[in-house]
Nanobody, 118 residues
Framework: QLQLVESGGGLVQPGGSLRLSCAAS????????VGWFRQAPGQEREGVSCISSNGGSTNYADSVQGRYTISRDNAKNTVYLQMNGLKPEDTAVYYC???????????WGQGTQVTVSS
């Protein structure tokens, strides 16, 4: 299984910023598109953003468009999610996966908790 490890979450006040990292373990990430997903308590997991294998194409959920930026550094085998202007409704566990469609993800890591609260 392709294993990714998420990090960078935490507690932040509304309007604050965080940068999440998604690091590949045991394989080279540069052949894969990578998606960020999130799951809030009591809600289904939803797609947040995705980036193509070479970084040339990105997309975002409407709810985060203009606030989040996805990027990747294939030399570091890592994908990032810069989150600005955070809102309480962004609170969730954030996951990354080597696919843009969560329905095709076989394995989910532990994720990283993001909590936006004053």
């Amino acid at each position: 299984q392709l294993q990714l490890v998420e990090s960078g979450g935490g507690l932040v006040q509304p309007g604050g910023s965080l940068r999440l990292s998604c690091a590949a373990s045991g394989f080279t990430l540069d052949s894969y598109a990578v998606g960020w997903f999130r799951q809030a308590p009591g809600q289904e997991r939803e797609g947040v953003s995705c980036i193509s294998s070479n970084g040339g194409s990105t997309n975002y959920a409407d709810s985060v468009q203009g606030r989040y930026t996805i990027s990747r550094d294939n030399a570091k085998n890592t994908v990032y999610l810069q989150m600005n202007g955070l809102k309480p409704e962004d609170t969730a566990v954030y996951y990354c996966a080597p696919h843009c469609d969560g329905d095709f993800v076989d394995y989910w890591g532990q994720g990283t908790q993001v909590t936006v609260s004053s």
